[in-house]
């Protein structure tokens, strides 16, 4: 069957040439911005059939990948204000300026718009950490700089995402697989900084992999502390966890801390 363009007309030639071809995925993704539009418009029309009284503007028209953008960052800030377990799909529709029907266009079910609230969140993190790390930095640095995340600028509001979205895991699929990815995805960039340290001849270790997971492990459990008011102060956290990793490392006393002893 030839291929059709995506002109209307009921006659022509409907074989796409070169130039059709090369702006199909473009055409493609105006045709689904209105189809979305006309939805949710739709929906607005009906409303205000049943609720005469009642103004509703209609949904203003953006590409569909700035649309779902602007739905996670509303679903982001929802969050962040009330918590994964109180954050309804109605709200974070509410704060995009869409309907719920819009919304659930993009995010099938609610576990689904959590868990890319979540992985947005994280991503950023670690892309934060991985971009931090990219600088000429030796690795005995890089690694002050992940085993030192309760201080002033610490990232507490990411961590608090993660041990929340945990949390949630435990009901919820997609969360689940969401947070064993990104665990996962913080493993290997620890596991990173120790293997390059080994090759420089900086730390002693003999499993990278296992050491980096006693960090990962470590980070997260202090972390739940400090969230839930702990009697250790934030500073004395990452004293003990830079202890801990100092002597998995080989590491002379304080060569961890802010000023190495």
């Known amino acids: 069957m030839p291929a059709r ?13 070169d130039a059709e071809m090369a702006n199909a995925p473009a055409c493609s993704a105006r045709s689904e911005e209105a189809r979305v539009d006309h939805m949710a418009n739709t929906l607005l029309a009906v409303r205000s059939i049943r609720n005469p009284g009642r103004r509703l503007c209609p949904v203003a028209r953006m590409h569909p990948e700035a649309r779902r953008a602007a739905i ?13 377990a109180r ?63 309760y201080g002033p600028g610490g990232g507490q509001e ?13 009901h919820s699929a997609q969360l689940r697989e969401t947070s064993q990815r990104l665990s996962r995805a913080w493993h290997e960039l620890v ?23 006693m960090v990962v492990a470590l980070s997260d459990a202090f972390a739940l502390q400090c969230q839930i008011g702990s009697a250790l102060a934030p500073h004395e956290m990452n004293e003990v966890l830079s202890r801990l990793t100092e002597r998995e490392l080989g590491l002379p006393a304080g060569s961890l801390s802010d000023e190495p002893a």
């Open 72 to 84: 996670l960052d509303a679903a982001v800030a929802e969050i962040s204000e009330r918590g994964f």
């Open 87 to 149: 954050t309804t799909s109605r709200h974070v529709a509410a704060r995009a300026g869409v309907t719920h029907g819009l919304l659930h266009h993009y995010f099938p079910d609610h576990d689904s718009l959590l868990a890319a609230a979540f992985e947005k969140v994280a991503l950023e993190e670690i892309d934060e950490v991985n971009a931090a790390l990219a600088a000429d930095l030796d690795p005995l640095t890089q690694l002050r700089e992940v085993t030192q995340p």
């Open 158 to 170: 990411a961590y608090r995402f993660w041990l929340e979205a945990f949390a949630e895991a435990y």
């Open 5 to 17: 363009s995506c002109r209307s007309g009921n006659s022509g030639n409907t074989t796409m040439n």
């Open 191 to 213: 596991v990173g900084i120790i293997q390059r340290g080994v090759a420089a001849g900086v730390f002693r270790c003999e499993h990278p992999h296992e050491t980096a997971w």
